[in-house]
């Protein structure tokens, strides 16, 4: 019986050491670089300054046309360890659509992540591409939250 509570023991030891490594090596891995002047290098291009918190380059990279303002990036929600996973990139014409789950964590002392899918619409002006409507993380343009 002693033999077996062991072997049970050193299982779970065993099976918590494999998890944390494994989420130790997920959480380093460095980002991929993608094709410049691609509809998902402009994505992550902005989802890095949101993440950045560099609301005026955020900004930047919004279609004309738009309502939302660095002002509504200082005040949208942004988790404190945040990551992308590209899903699929849709090119037509001079539009296009990019796919993403975004995992972000709560930064607790008990930490908790959760995931969202978000759709990036672009639209290609000149050489480069541009986010249009209103992309993550805000919701409503012109919107005071206090």
């Known amino acids: 019986m002693r033999s077996t509570a062991r072997l049970v023991l050193a299982a779970v030891v065993g099976a918590i050491v494999l998890a944390a490594l494994v989420t130790v090596l997920a959480g380093s891995r460095d980002p991929v670089e993608l094709e410049p002047g691609s509809p998902e290098a402009a994505v992550q291009a902005y989802l890095d300054a949101v993440v950045d918190r560099d609301s ?25 360890d945040v990551h992308v996973s590209l899903r699929e990139v849709r090119v037509l014409g001079e539009t ?22 978000q759709t990036f619409r672009l639209r290609r002006t000149g050489d480069e591409w541009l986010l249009s409507g209103t992309p993550w993380p805000i919701f409503e343009c012109g919107v005071m939250i206090k």
């Open 56 to 80: 005026d380059a955020a900004v930047d990279m919004l279609a004309a046309g738009t309502s939302c303002t660095a002002e509504d990036f200082d005040n949208a929600y942004v988790g404190e």
């Open 96 to 117: 296009a659509r990019v796919d993403v789950v975004i995992t972000t964590g709560s930064g607790e002392i008990i930490p908790t992540k959760w995931s969202e899918q």
